[in-house]
């Protein structure tokens, strides 16, 4: 999987000309999308499928600051998915020099539009498909 690339906007800064600390988030869901994307399933098909995925939890440890103009390197990486819940490991750096600048981690589950959870092996088996390989890759690099 390509890396989500964010170059840091000037709207996205505080009074001390660093990123506000909110916006991390925002940049998890963006690349999150286009991770979606790349696997060949597309947040927007799912939705057109009455399946959501809302956030359960979101956690962030922020290492180094950034700033306006800062080209940001998000890789995503499937920490864990028992059929329910989906875990999303986010590496973030500046692509100038690797540098990490926020690790962070997200927690998802399917619904459907009722708010009931939907079961996708049934649902959407080429996508529990990949995401359970995802997750053996993950376990298989630790």
Known sequence: ????????????????????????????????????????FPYAAMEARGVL?????????????????????????????????LGIKYQMEKASDGETVCEARSEHVFLNREGRFVRLKRELPAFCAALEALTQEEKDRE
């Not at 009074?15 to 600390?21: D, F, I, K, L």
């Not at 979101?58 to 028992?82: H, L, M, Q």
């Open 1 to 40: 999987m390509n890396a989500y690339l964010h170059r840091v906007q000037y709207y996205e800064t505080d009074m001390m000309g660093v990123v506000h600390h909110a916006n991390y988030i925002r940049w998890m869901e963006e690349a999150r999308i286009d991770f979606m994307d790349q696997l060949g």
């Open 53 to 85: 995925s809302p956030v359960k939890s979101v956690s962030c440890e922020y290492k180094r600051p950034c700033t306006f103009g800062d080209e940001i390197r998000v890789t995503v990486s499937v920490a864990e998915f028992n059929g329910v819940v």
